[in-house]
């Protein structure tokens, strides 16, 4: 037991308070959509953890992190925290999360793909004909989302994004996000892997600075596609929890399966 008050257990996350910081602690739930499937996979939270410190570090050039340095190894003895659950931490700041999720695609899949054979546009940007599944598009595109307390997240335009955090803010993130992609994607090709598309959180400090928050470029918040694999027409060998969705989707009940518990919206996890 980790000696502090909890403050929420989200989908996949422990809430701790520390004060001044947050610790999160991943779990191995696994949850996709917005269901919390039963069981685990060992050591999952673990890997989360490990690749979004990974990836928090690689782009600190790029965008400033929620993430405190070291605060979890120093507080490990008064949090009575063991070795692996040292592993799955991260301390964070307490910050203000932004109301959008910000995703970028540079491929079109799921809802980006469902979206397109609607009426050719994802998030109102309107895309070329002749798209087929796993298409690369002709360049990354920004399609963020309402971030829903309730129900599904839902994709907004350009505008209503600006409207809803501001068009300064909106341009910022917009911008980093497509770096963030860009980066990320530069160092998956040179491991044989395709980043396909990934979401990223931010929040503000009492400053209105820009943060990096949540968890950045990690399975469960990407698709990462094997490149020997990848063929333009088919579902592609898919290195995430794509495969969770699919299995959901299969199942003409699983939007009845239980929710998995709030979070309160000051908290992220
Ligand atoms: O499902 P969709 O195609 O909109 O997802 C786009 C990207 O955003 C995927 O990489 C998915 O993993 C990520 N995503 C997420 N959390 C959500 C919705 C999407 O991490 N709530």
Not at 22 to 47: C, E, H, K, N, Q
Not at 154 to 166: F, K, L, N, R, S
Request: proline share 7%.
């Amino acid at each position: 037991e980790i000696n502090a008050p909890k403050i929420a257990s989200g989908k996949v996350r422990e809430i701790y308070d520390l004060e001044d910081s947050v610790l999160l602690v991943a779990t191995d739930r696994i949850s996709a959509f917005d269901v919390v499937l039963p069981g685990g996979i060992p050591g999952r939270g673990l890997i989360l953890t490990q690749l979004s410190h990974f990836w928090f570090q690689q782009t600190k050039h790029i965008a400033p992190n929620h993430i405190i340095p070291n605060e979890a190894e120093i507080l490990k003895d008064e949090l009575k925290l063991s070795s692996d659950s040292q592993l799955r931490s991260m301390a964070v700041r307490k910050l203000k999360p932004l109301e959008i999720e910000c995703v970028v695609r540079g491929y079109i899949a799921g809802s980006g793909w469902a979206s397109y054979q609607a009426d050719k546009t994802v998030c109102g940007i309107k895309l070329p004909e002749g798209l087929q599944l796993a298409s690369k598009l002709p360049e990354p595109i920004f399609t963020p989302t309402t971030k829903a307390s309730e129900g599904h997240d839902m994709p907004v335009t350009p505008e209503e994004a600006a409207e809803i955090v501001g068009q300064d803010v909106f341009d910022k993130v917009k911008a980093i996000s497509l770096e963030l992609y860009a980066f990320g994607s530069q160092l998956a090709a040179k491991a044989g892997i395709i980043l396909a598309d990934t979401k990223f959180e931010f929040g503000t400090d009492e400053n209105g600075e820009i943060f990096l928050i949540d968890e950045v470029l990690t399975p469960d918040s990407s698709r990462y596609w094997d490149a020997a694999e990848y063929k333009v027409g088919s579902s592609p060998a898919s290195f995430d929890k794509q495969i969770i969705r699919d299995y959901l989707e299969s199942l003409s009940d699983w939007n009845k399966c239980p929710p998995g518990p709030e979070l309160p919206p000051e908290i992220v996890a």
